[in-house]
Nanobody
Framework: QVQLVESGGGLVQAGGSLRVSCAAS????????LGWFRQAPGKEREFVAA????????INADSVKGRFTITRDNPKNTVYLQMNSLKPDDTAVYYC????????????????WGQGTQVTVSS
């Protein structure tokens, strides 16, 4: 089992920045991919970014390229999502997820999920 706990969400004005974190615990996380997804009211869960254990493989959604950066701190078992130049369309609940080995954009590929943290961007 892997437990994931997100933190750092909040309210920010358009153009501002926010960093959300996800602390992982449980079984060894080596070889686990950590990813971020988001879900806005009335919409499907959407892929944001994912990073491999080594950090050598990173994928980002086109909608956040150049604005969001995913990083991980393996000794701390934590993954971060730095969000810059935020837009009202970025408003959503942001979820952390984990899966074994291979980065993926598909939510159904991820085994473990956190409870989510709300990010609200005001115009």
């Amino acid at each position: 089992q892997v437990q994931l706990v997100e933190s750092g969400g909040g309210l920010v004005q358009a153009g501002g920045s926010l960093r959300v974190s996800c602390a992982a615990s449980g079984r060894t996380l080596s070889t686990y991919v950590l990813g971020w997804f988001r879900q806005a009211p009335g919409k499907e869960r959407e892929f944001v970014a994912a990073i491999s254990w080594s950090g050598g493989s990173i994928i980002n959604a086109d909608s956040v390229k150049g604005r969001f950066t995913i990083t991980r701190d393996n000794p701390k078992n934590t993954v971060y999502l730095q969000m810059n130049s935020l837009k009202p369309d970025d408003t959503a609940v942001y979820y952390c997820a984990a899966r074994w080995m291979v980065v993926s954009r598909l939510p159904q590929d991820y085994t473990y999920w956190g409870q989510g943290t709300q990010v609200t961007v005001s115009s």
